[in-house]
């Protein structure tokens, strides 16, 4: 199925491994495959793997992916240095190797801090486990640790010999072959070194345990415990050291290994149990499992007269039921249950499970807030001459890696060409969807029509559940039978098989063991001996709970299906980066590159597909920082630097280099050239150019390195001088304050003159920020002697003063000069005057319009400046008389409502007499004489103190203000005089009093 998406080509950091390629591509081949003119073709592409083989490079990238060739002999590129070599340094800087995978993938995990995980994939063979031994190895050496880190580390690796001992065996195609899917993640802390880890198994091929082909083997284990253990141990295990004595040990009829030594081995597995967190009694309880699945190869059944079934081989119960601490008896009625005589191998393939369970999970403890790269050591696509049921797992997980791959692959590009503004640009790629939902899809899909064959009712066997396939799924254009196949298709195909249309590849699939393979249960009376062990490892694996739970386990493929599930989960949530193994020939020779095989392999990896998925769009893309970098000495503008924006730069570089426009497109941060051609002529012309910058470059770095000299041993003195000279200073200094600070209570001598300057210096620094903010504020800090602090306070204080007035307003000043007046007047003089203070002089105590309109236009130019209230008295008879007392800026004038009744100059008043106590009344002296002035005028103001204070001021006649104690003496007409008594009394009263005279009673205050 073809879909049309986004364009898609390596991931960043891989894809900058362009230019390491492009620099050894005329050496062997390209070092990526992205870089492959012609990446359509298959030919093309095993050429260039060929030839690097040939060289002993077995690295080459696709992209992120690398390509792995398996030597068959030992290269001397997984040292120590070369890790070192690998460490820190760009992917593009330097040749494909698995280092630069982990490196790379680590580096990623620390600064973009997101889980990462390696997926490896290959055929039997092929290199996965060394691969993924070589990843984890690196991590070992490289990553930082401290003691506790280091046997986390140590447990890390120390886990692989274990896992190699129960998992791995010799096949046909691998002396070592793992022979179940491995999952592994490794945590790291926030240091980047390594805390923890888990470890999930995928289809363990259970059924070695109890068969073996011919030249093959059953589980390393089982022979390293024979030829390792020592005598005394198995004794206690009641084993012979003769792998040939055992049932389970001689059907492939290959005993012992060349290339293997299982005595060493064991040496290796019995160290690492201790380390990865095996006590001596679990080993012990371990040791005991494995020599029962021994023990239970060598039980034989007997058949009776009635067809009941015995066993024969009484010793072997008893040593069984003593190695896994069950009762022998029920053991041998469990063994012999009627369903299970007729497969009485079933019971050891369950066991043999027993060996993977054995295995802790977690093998170090995880921690969490912590970074993961997880491992995926897997079998790849498998094609067989007999694809069988395994084949069929195998070849399904393969389809749902492909599918993540997509899926990742498409989710980090359409990111980038996001971040970078790049159009879209739609290729076409195969979906593989369609494939899967053919496998597990519910109800519909292979599995569930399996499983629904394995419990139906009734007759069933492989050949109904084919025929359930054909009903089911005819007619789907990945799914053919040879029923529902076309003639040349039958041709190549047995009635017993179907075929899937893998996105791979056609395979196969021979229907034959399905239904067994997949019901894989154990009888329920063997699993409720096995529950009763007293073994803690059997009691682990098999659950009391489990058993006494009547539903029925699901099925294997099912199973399997639901860990894949799973694991897709934990790879989603992943960067992932790929490792693609290739075997080149099945000898397991050095040096031989069988063609078809190889051809065989890049087919079913799906490489080129791979390929073209990556090669889509874009070829190759870069920063324009590096991009710049490397290209600058091609164009006259950017050589030496290029002083400008980096996109600028690029574009004008790019320009120069005559680049059309449908060849390359600018991002926001990169630069995306679409053909690996034009890059290819820019880089020759880059090699051209290298003689001549060689020579230039040499000398301008010569020129560039000695100024660089020059000018920093020139900075590098002056900065050591400096620093010197301030040292020196700094203890004169110290010195003085001392001897200062021992000479201080002296007078002011050349020992004590620092210390004292600085003493008074500091005070007057103190000062500075805390001087009183208002004259109110008399605090002031204790001065130290010699200096003039008095002095300095009353500054301040006139300072404040003077800011103060600065900032008053006119009318405020009127008013204060007002207020100054009155107090020079009548402080201490008159009983009303402090009440007066704190109330404010008005500018007038009548409002514009109490004033008659007559009385203004009768004053004419003579502006009223002030007008108030007044009660007059009558000299004689003291009638008091309610006027306005008008003041003008020359005269004053009484006035009955209309009528201006008396006139006073200011030039003609003789003063203004007033009480000392706290009444309101006074008198304006005015000549008698003088008929316009009509003589001294007796009145009273509630506001005598403002109004007299103005009528003083005004008539400039301040001092002629006289304040009396006890009377005040007026005139009367003709030369006679009236008088008025003051006194106090309980309330103001003003009346004629004794002897004529004016008796003013004035309230007491206090
Ligand atoms: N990089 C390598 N350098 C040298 N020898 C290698 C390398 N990779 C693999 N080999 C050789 O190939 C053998 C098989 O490799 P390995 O066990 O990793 O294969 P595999 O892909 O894991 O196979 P299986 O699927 O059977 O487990 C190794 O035992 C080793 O001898
Ligand atoms: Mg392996």
Same mark, same amino acid.
């Given at each position: 199925m073809n879909k049309s998406i986004h364009p898609l080509i390596s991931s960043t950091s891989v894809r900058l491994v362009m230019e390491s390629a492009l620099t050894a591509r005329d050496r062997v081949g390209v070092q990526d495959f992205v870089l492959l003119e012609n990446y359509n073709s298959e030919a093309a592409f095993i050429e260039n793997l060929r030839r690097r083989f040939r060289e002993n490079l077995i690295y080459t990238y696709i992209g992120s992916v690398l390509v792995s060739v398996n030597p068959y002999k030992e290269l001397e590129i997984y040292s120590k240095p070369q890790m070192e070599r690998y460490r820190g340094v760009s992917f593009y800087e330097i040749s494909p190797h698995i280092y630069a995978v982990s490196d790379n993938t680590y580096r990623a995990m620390r600064t973009e801090r997101k889980d990462q995980c390696i997926l490896i994939s290959g055929e039997s063979g092929a290199g996965k486990t060394e691969a993924s031994k070589k990843i984890l190895l690196y991590y070992a050496v490289t990553c930082p640790t401290n003691d506790h880190m280091a046997a986390l580390g140590d447990r890390l690796l120390q886990s692989n010999p274990v896992l190699e001992a129960f998992g791995n065996a010799k096949t046909l195609r691998n002396d070592n072959s793992s022979r179940f899917g491995k999952y592994m993640d490794v945590q790291f802390d926030f240091r980047g070194a390594p805390v923890g880890g888990h470890i999930l198994n995928y289809l363990l091929e259970k059924s070695r345990v109890v068969h073996q082909n011919h030249g093959e083997r059953n589980f390393h284990i089982f022979y390293q415990l024979l030829d390792g253990g020592e005598d005394d141990l198995l004794i206690t295990l009641?084993?012979? %050291? =003769?792998?040939?004595?055992?049932?389970?040990?001689?059907?492939?009829?290959?005993?012992?290994?060349?290339?293997?030594?299982? #005595?060493?081995?064991?040496k290796v597995v019995m160290k690492a149990l201790p380390v990865i967190g095996f006590t001596e009694e679990e080993v012990q309880k371990l040791l005991n499992i494995i020599a029962s699945v021994l023990h239970l190869g060598n039980t034989q059944f007997g058949e009776g007269e009635e067809g009941e079934t015995y066993i024969t081989t009484e010793t072997?119960? $008893?040593?069984? +039921?003593?190695?896994?601490?069950?009762?022998?008896? /029920?053991?041998?009625? /469990?063994?012999?249950? #009627? #369903?299970?005589?007729?497969?009485?191998?079933?019971?050891?393939?369950?066991?043999?499970?027993?060996?993977?369970?054995?295995?802790?999970?977690?093998?170090?403890?995880?921690?969490?807030?912590?970074?993961?790269?997880?491992?995926?050591?897997?079998?790849?696509?498998?094609?067989?001459?007999?694809?069988?049921?395994?084949?069929? &797992?195998?070849?399904?997980?393969?389809?749902?890696?492909?599918?993540?791959?997509?899926?990742?692959?498409?989710? +980090?590009?359409?990111?980038?060409?996001?971040?970078?503004?790049?159009?879209?640009?739609?290729?076409?790629?195969?979906?593989?969807?369609?494939? &899967?939902?053919?496998?597990?899809?519910? $109800?519909?899909?292979?599995?569930?029509?399996?499983?629904?064959?394995?419990?139906?009712?009734?007759?069933?066997?492989?050949?109904?559940?084919?025929?359930?396939?054909?009903?089911?799924? !005819?007619?789907?254009?990945?799914?053919?039978?040879?029923?529902?196949?076309?003639?040349?298709?039958?041709?190549?195909?047995? %009635?017993?098989?179907?075929?899937?249309?893998?996105?791979?590849?056609?395979?196969?699939?021979?229907?034959? !063991?399905?239904?067994?393979?997949?019901?894989?249960?154990? =009888?329920?009376?063997? #699993?409720?001996?096995? &529950?009763?062990?007293?073994?803690?490892?059997?009691?682990?694996?098999?659950r009391r709970e489990e058993v006494i739970d009547q539903k029925r386990p699901e099925m294997a493929a099912t199973q399997f299906k639901n860990s894949l599930m799973k694991l897709m989960e934990i790879l989603m949530s992943k960067e992932p980066s790929y490792v693609r193994c290739i075997k080149p020939n099945d000898a397991k020779q050095p040096g031989r590159f069988d063609e078809v095989l190889v051809r065989h392999q890049v087919k079913y990896l799906g490489l080129m597909e791979n390929l073209r998925v990556r090669r889509a769009g874009f070829a190759y893309r870069r920063r324009f920082e590096a991009f710049l970098q490397r290209y600058k000495p091609l164009c006259p503008e950017t050589w030496p630097n290029w002083h400008g924006r980096l996109s600028d730069g690029v574009s004008t570089l790019v320009s120069h280099l005559g680049y059309k426009p449908e060849e390359y497109k600018l991002g926001r941060s990169k630069i995306f050239i679409r053909f690996p051609k034009t890059l290819f002529t820019t880089e020759d012309a880059l090699e051209a150019k290298k003689p001549e910058i060689g020579c230039l470059g040499v000398l301008y770095m010569h020129v560039c390195v000695c100024v660089v000299i020059v000018i920093q041993s020139g900075w590098r003195g002056m900065k050591a001088r400096r620093r010197a000279k301030r040292r020196r200073q700094a203890a004169e200094l110290i010195r003085r304050f001392i001897k200062g600070f021992i000479y201080r209570h002296e007078e002011y001598c050349p020992e004590n003159e620092y210390f004292l300057d600085h003493v008074r210096y500091s005070f007057l620094k103190n000062l500075r920020q805390n001087l009183p903010k208002s004259v109110l504020d008399k605090n002031w800090p204790t001065p130290p002697p010699l200096v003039a602090s008095e002095h300095l306070r009353r500054m301040h204080m006139r300072n404040m003063t003077l800011k103060y007035c600065r900032r008053v307003q006119p009318e405020w000043k009127k008013q204060m000069m007002q207020k100054v007046e009155a107090s020079k007047i009548f402080k201490d003089q008159k009983d009303s005057y402090p009440q007066s203070v704190g109330r404010l002089f008005l500018d007038s105590r009548l409002e514009r319009e109490q004033i008659n309109?007559?009385?203004?236009?009768?004053?004419?130019?003579?502006?009223?400046?002030?007008?108030?209230?007044?009660?007059?008295?009558?000299?004689?008879?003291?009638?008091?008389?309610? %006027?306005?007392?008008?003041?003008?800026?020359?005269? /004053?004038?009484?006035?009955?409502?209309?009528?201006?009744?008396?006139?006073?100059?200011?030039? /003609?008043? %003789?003063?203004?007499?007033?009480?000392?106590?706290?009444?309101?009344?006074?008198?304006?002296?005015?000549?008698?004489e003088d008929n316009k002035q009509k003589g001294d005028v007796v009145l009273h103001c509630s506001h005598v103190i403002e109004l007299v204070t103005k009528l003083a001021m005004m008539a400039n006649k301040v001092s002629y203000v006289n304040i009396s104690p006890g009377s005040i003496r007026f005139a009367v007409a003709r030369g006679k005089e009236g008088i008025i008594d003051f006194v106090r009394g309980s309330e103001l009263k003003v009346a004629k009093g004794k002897r004529g005279h004016l008796l003013v009673v004035s309230q007491r205050l206090y």
């Open positions: 009641d084993l012979e %050291r =003769n792998p040939q004595k055992y049932q389970y040990l001689v059907k492939g009829n290959c005993p012992r290994l060349s290339s293997v030594s299982d #005595k060493n081995n064991w072997q119960i $008893h040593h069984l +039921s003593k190695l896994m601490g069950v009762d022998g008896s /029920a053991l041998g009625e /469990a063994l012999t249950h #009627k #369903k299970l005589t007729a497969k009485g191998e079933e019971v050891t393939v369950v066991l043999s499970s027993l060996l993977m369970l054995c295995l802790p999970d977690e093998l170090y403890h995880s921690s969490k807030g912590s970074s993961v790269i997880g491992l995926l050591d897997i079998y790849g696509f498998e094609v067989l001459q007999h694809n069988s049921f395994e084949q069929f &797992c195998i070849n399904y997980c393969n389809e749902k890696l492909q599918q993540l791959f997509i899926e990742l692959t498409l989710r +980090s590009e359409q990111e980038e060409y996001e971040t970078e503004g790049i159009a879209w640009e739609t290729v076409q790629y195969f979906d593989n969807k369609i494939i &899967c939902d053919l496998i597990e899809e519910k $109800h519909k899909g292979i599995i569930s029509i399996l499983d629904e064959e394995c419990l139906r009712p009734g007759e069933t066997c492989d050949v109904s559940f084919l025929e359930k396939l054909e009903d089911a799924l !005819g007619g789907h254009p990945h799914f053919v039978t040879h029923k529902l196949a076309n003639g040349k298709t039958r041709r190549v195909m047995s %009635r017993e098989e179907f075929r899937l249309l893998h996105y791979a590849g056609e395979v196969n699939y021979n229907v034959n !063991g399905f239904l067994d393979k997949n019901n894989d249960s154990l =009888n329920r009376n063997l #699993k409720e001996v096995m &529950c009763q062990s007293d073994n803690q490892i059997l009691q682990h694996c098999f309109l007559k009385v203004v236009q009768t004053l004419g130019n003579d502006k009223v400046q002030y007008g108030v209230s007044v009660i007059k008295y009558d000299r004689r008879g003291f009638k008091p008389r309610p %006027r306005q007392l008008l003041l003008t800026n020359t005269f /004053a004038v009484l006035v009955d409502r209309t009528k201006i009744k008396q006139r006073m100059d200011y030039s /003609a008043m %003789r003063g203004i007499s007033v009480s000392s106590l706290s009444d309101g009344v006074f008198v304006v002296h005015m000549p008698s």
